[in-house]
């Protein structure tokens, strides 16, 4: 299965994209910490300062690289599963209310929490520019 050059594509399409879409977050964290705090408090009931808002993004940086690198791909894959889908799962209270607020933007993570869990799936099946 793994010679099949659509497959290929797509597996290294899904990977590039999703890895755009946590980079733009991980970024935020030490760009606009306040917002990175923020969404800690507010979604994740947790305080944490600015240090370390700027370790976590370190750390998750470490973890995209090696990610988009398709290094590591049982660890990388299951953590960017894990990362992406514990942020959409937080936010179940705005599916319920779709039209307030803006919130029909959350329903957005949903497919991309598919395209991580086929990822990580067919993680395996994933060579084109994979260290893996």
């Known amino acids: 299965m793994h010679d099949n050059p659509k497959l290929q594509f797509s597996l290294l399409f899904m990977r590039i994209t999703i ?5 733009v977050w991980t ?14 408090e507010n979604f994740y ?19 995209l690289l090696a990610f ?30 779709p039209y307030t607020d803006f919130n029909l933007l959350f329903f957005a993570a949903l497919p991309m929490l598919a395209a991580c869990i086929t990822l ?6 994933d060579r084109w520019l994979s260290l893996g």
């Open 19 to 23: 890895f755009l879409v946590l980079l």
């Open 27 to 40: 970024l935020d964290k030490f760009i606009n910490p306040e917002h990175a705090t923020a969404v800690y």
């Open 45 to 63: 009931f947790l305080g944490i300062g600015h240090g370390a808002i700027y370790v976590l993004g370190a750390i998750e940086m470490l973890i």
């Open 68 to 97: 988009v690198a398709g290094a590591f791909k049982t660890w990388t894959y299951g953590l960017v599963m894990v990362f992406h889908g514990v942020s959409a799962l937080s936010s179940w209270q705005r599916y319920l209310d």
């Open 120 to 125: 990580f799936l067919l993680r395996e099946e």
